[in-house]
């Protein structure tokens, strides 16, 4: 039996879909069950078990994680002693940091920060906001708010801290934005004395060196396609890529095969002018992986 297992922590909740994806493209594969919390995974190194989000930094400070994925948020809202291992910039469903932001109604006299002297604030993030308001030399009273922090305002709050990866639902509810204060991006994050485990380091090291080439792959795709020696010149001048494009001479005298890794905003506009400089056979490909 195997007695070299790393403890891994994986967010439940909004950010779970988005990081068990990008574990699948990692190369692990984690199934879940709807009644557990020990999901399995097709690594028998790895104790993997879904945790808050909000909770995971004091598993791993304490050690009874080795590490985890977590917001950057909730590792200063715990005030969390981890080590932060990478930064990989994903949420529920993008890859922008998300923001925390201070909302009120449209029609509320409140207009800036200074303007929540006194007034009630509620927010599932209480710690941090508490430490912002007093480092602005605000005032104010902050209540933990136990979930649709949105339809606090106006009768049960003045105003609200709440995150926000696109305004969409503040805007909904009546609601407009006054100062973001913080933004936040997942982190893998590991217990120090785990880190100084000489076996627990090396597999978080590999772990982290393959989501993050799985998150850099995410808005790439590969290109490959023939070219003649006539369009060699101009195709390669098109074409923006990580460090250079790989050039191979076909057997066909004269035509030359071209494979190059870009960013996939870039396609819709780059195939037609590649075609017009000659290129034949254009192939785009997926990527699960892309290592610098």
Known sequence: MNKKVLNLGLPKGSLQESTLNLMKKAGYKVSVSSRSYYPSINDPEIRPMLIRAQEMARY????????????????????????????????????????WVVAVP???????????KGKRIATELVGFTKRFLKSQGIKAEVDFSWGATEVKPPYLADAIVELTET????????????????????????????WKNRWKKQKIENMVMLLKGALEAEERVGLKMNIPESGLKKSISLLPSMHSPTISELTEKGWYDIDVIIEERLVRE????????????????????VIP
């Open 106 to 116: 449209n029609e509320s006299a409140i207009k800036k920060l200074n303007d929540l």
């Open 167 to 194: 305004g969409t639902s503040l805007r909904e509810n009546n609601l407009r934005i006054v100062e973001t204060i913080l933004e936040s991006s997942t982190r893998f994050i590991a217990n120090k004395t785990s």
């Open 270 to 289: 780059l195939i037609p002018r590649l075609k017009k400089a000659g290129a034949t056979g254009i192939v785009e490909y997926p990527l699960n992986k």
């Open 60 to 99: 791993v400070e304490d050690g009874i994680l080795d590490c985890g994925l977590t917001g950057y948020d909730w590792i200063l809202e715990q005030n969390a002693d981890v080590k932060t291992i990478a930064e990989l910039k994903y949420a529920k469903s993008g890859l922008r940091p998300v923001r």
